[in-house]
């Protein structure tokens, strides 16, 4: 079966680093997305990643390792703003997301 | 560019009841997909459509749920009977390609609904 693994719950202080870790198996792969989405609100676009390596993006950062069906989003300088769940989706064989539950962020002053 | 709209935002009613939901995607998008989101979980692919046509609909329980997307713009989801179980928000997502590596989908507020 198809299954994205990722932690229910973090908590990480204002000002400080987080990693969202992914783990993920498949029937394919066509990349790796993160989405943020915040309490009562939709998924909003934060990431694509489908070759192996590190993508920067301000803030935020996310890393891929395929041949260890792995991927992790970091998010530096933590604002409050930043708490919200954040979504991992695989694109598989047939161009189909599959879906993690999302890791819930919370982030303390 | 205007966003994906769906209507209503909420809506409660009892079981046995029907309701539907309309979503109007992003002007251009070929594909756009109806997700199920349980509180706590991830979004649930009900439908997805390219254009005017269904490209998987494996995991819509069509016995109560069906959905439409008349003239490869615009869609309704629609349940009949509704099932307590059914309280979830329902999302309409877009996107520009109808396949390919990228393809960043564009979601809409979501409909919450309630079964009493």
């Known amino acids: 079966g198809q299954n994205i693994d990722q932690p229910t719950e973090m908590t990480a202080t204002e000002g400080a680093i987080v990693q969202i870790n992914c783990t993920y198996q498949t029937s394919g792969f066509n990349g790796l997305f993160w989405y943020q989405q915040h309490a009562g609100e939709a998924p909003t676009f934060l990431s694509y990643n489908v070759l192996d390596g590190l993508e920067e993006k301000g803030r935020f950062s996310s890393f891929l390792s395929r041949s260890k069906g792995y991927s992790y989003l970091l998010l530096k300088e933590l604002q409050m703003k930043d708490s919200a769940s954040y979504l991992c989706?695989?694109?598989?064989?047939?161009?189909?997301?599959?879906w993690g539950a999302g890791t819930k962020l919370i982030i303390k002053p | 560019e205007a966003g994906v709209a769906q209507s209503p935002r909420y809506k409660i009613i009892e079981k046995r009841q029907s309701v539907a939901f309309w979503c109007n995607p992003i002007?251009?998008?070929?594909?756009l997909y109806w997700y199920q989101q349980i509180l706590g979980q991830g979004p649930k692919l009900l439908i997805q459509f390219q254009n005017n046509g269904v490209v998987d609909d494996s995991q819509l329980p069509k016995d109560r749920f069906s959905a439409e997307r008349l003239k490869g713009v615009d869609s309704t989801l629609k349940i009949q009977p509704a099932k307590l179980e059914d309280s979830a928000v329902y999302l309409c997502?877009?996107?520009?390609?109808?396949?390919?590596?990228?393809?960043?989908?564009?979601f809409g507020p979501g409909t919450r609904l309630t079964v009493l």
């Open positions: 989706a695989v694109m598989d064989s047939n161009y189909q997301l599959i």
């Open positions: 997502a877009s996107s520009k390609l109808a396949g390919g590596v990228y393809n960043e989908q564009f």
């Open positions: 002007s251009g998008h070929a594909t």
